[in-house]
């Protein structure tokens, strides 16, 4: 399996510009994390999906960002519009456990820059 | 606040020496995990230990963990230079109806030639 894959890689944007960040999960994980890692705040959990369904999004900063999953191998996150504090890496990683909370397999992640 | 936090922040030594990082939590957990990151890369998982586990070993790797005083540590022995990243634990914490893992902000290990 080719892992957890992410595109795109690096995206450098300026302020008020749509940024879409896309995600690939390993075949047959069930579970789907977004996270967001900075250096001043670490790696925050943003959204994660259970079977194509968001469970938990209370790590999402606000209505700027959005996450779906149509299908079990393909999610996205959004930011409309994006802003100079979203500059960040962006990880995804997927999982299969049956309570959300064993390993998790992470992409290389999408480092984004808003200028 | 995180509910994982490794200490120390930084730590820097030889290689063939001893490392050893600690992590300190807050409320109870069903399990603690162990990653690695190398700089510009994604995580990678290296332990995971129940809480109902003391002790498990993986290699060069040994984790304790100890729930009544709620910190784990993560030991690498006759480190090498390709162990230089940054070791995250991370716990299961149980939230508004869904459990998920919490990621403390990290050790960055240096291993000097």
């Known amino acids: 399996d080719a892992g957890v894959i992410q595109s795109p890689r690096h995206e450098v944007t300026e302020m008020g510009q749509e940024v879409t960040l896309r995600c690939k999960p390993i075949s047959g994980h069930d579970y789907l994390f977004w996270y967001r890692q900075t250096m001043m705040r670490g790696l925050e959990l943003l959204i994660y999906f259970n079977n194509n369904v968001p469970i938990d999004d209370s790590g999402m900063p606000e209505d700027r960002f959005s996450a779906k999953m149509p299908n079990a191998s393909f999610s996205t996150l959004k930011i409309q519009p994006s802003e100079p504090r979203d500059s960040a890496v962006y990880f995804c990683?997927?999982?299969?456990?049956?309570?959300?909370?064993?390993?998790?397999?992470f992409g290389e992640g999408s480092r984004l820059t808003v200028l | 606040s995180q509910q994982g936090e490794e200490d120390p922040q930084a730590l820097s030594i030889q290689e063939g020496e001893n490392a050893t990082m600690n992590c300190s939590y807050k409320t109870s957990i069903n399990n603690l995990q162990w990653y690695r990151q190398n700089s510009g890369r994604g995580l990678v998982h290296l332990i995971l230990i129940r809480s109902n586990e003391r002790e498990k070993h993986s290699g060069r790797l040994r984790v304790t963990l100890d729930t009544s005083k709620k910190s784990s540590s993560l030991l690498i022995t006759a480190s090498r230079a390709a162990d230089t990243a940054s070791y995250f634990c991370a716990t299961d914490r149980y939230r508004a109806g869904a459990q998920k893992l919490v990621f403390g902000q990290g050790t960055r290990l240096t291993i000097n030639p």
């Open positions: 990683a997927s999982s299969f456990s049956l309570k959300g909370t064993g390993e998790l397999f």
